[in-house]
């Protein structure tokens, strides 16, 4: 049982480029969120999808866009890469609301921009 | 309104001694206030919840003590280890599909 699987563990962008980053999920879980880690700052919200076709603006999603196609997959797209957006960035997924149970995490997509 | 003050932002205790990590919150719709424990390198992980209508939760060596009046929660844990060391969030929820998390502690006990 692999869980909440994240790709790429680590990339360096240059400003302006654009990429994706994956996230999998095999728990069949209905909510999959994207946060954002930076020091001193905690866990910030970027999108959330309460199932296949439905997303949501978290926090701070200016600069980011997401899909949710299917239940398994929540890909997050930087377009136009800033160094504000140099972060650790962290995909989860709940069975329901996270009011209810675990959140599960990712071990985490390390971004540099340059 | 939203949010969740955590402090100290870092603690040092001696292995056996008492880690003690609070937060703070203002919306009084909360109504699910978890910790998650993070490793170096790894992503957060559920430690344990408590929910408004409890004062005190316990497992093992970690307790969450809430107090309602004073929009308060704090989590203990007792007879801190050397793998205890780690960062350390608390978070809150109400009935919407968002957690907001407090801006961590790190933990570091020394043998």
């Known amino acids: 049982n692999a869980g909440v699987t994240q790709t790429p563990k680590f990339r360096i962008l240059k400003i302006g480029q654009s990429m994706t980053l994956q996230c999998t999920q095999d728990?069949?879980?209905?909510?999959m969120y994207w946060y954002r880690q930076d020091p001193g700052m905690g866990l910030k919200l970027i999108y959330y999808?309460?199932?296949?076709?439905?997303?949501d603006k978290g926090e701070v999603p200016n600069g980011y866009n997401v899909s949710r196609s299917t239940t398994e997959d929540f890909p997050l797209r930087l377009e136009l890469a800033a160094p504000s957006q140099t972060s650790v960035y962290f995909c989860?997924?709940?069975?329901?609301?996270?009011?209810?149970?675990?959140?599960?995490f990712g071990e985490g997509s390390r971004l540099t921009v340059l | 309104q939203q949010q969740v003050k955590q402090s100290p932002q870092s603690l040092i205790v001696q292995k056996g001694g008492i880690s003690i990590i609070n937060c703070a919150y203002e919306?009084?719709?909360?109504?699910?206030f978890p910790w998650y424990q993070q490793f170096p390198g790894k992503g957060p992980a559920l430690l344990i919840a408590?929910?408004?209508?409890?004062s005190e939760k316990k497992e093992g060596r970690f307790t969450i003590s809430f107090n309602k009046s004073a929009k308060q929660f704090s989590l203990h844990i007792m007879d801190s280890q050397p793998g205890d060391s780690a960062t350390y969030f608390c978070?809150?929820?109400?009935?919407?599909?968002?957690?907001?998390f407090g801006t961590g502690t790190r933990l570091q006990v020394f043998p």
């Open positions: 978070a809150a929820s109400r009935d919407t599909d968002k957690l907001i």
């Open positions: 989860a997924s709940s069975y329901g609301r996270v009011n209810t149970g675990e959140l599960f």
């Open positions: 408590i929910r408004p209508d409890v």
């Open positions: 999808s309460v199932g296949a076709g439905i997303t």
């Open positions: 728990m069949n879980h209905n909510y």
């Open positions: 919306n009084t719709a909360f109504d699910y």
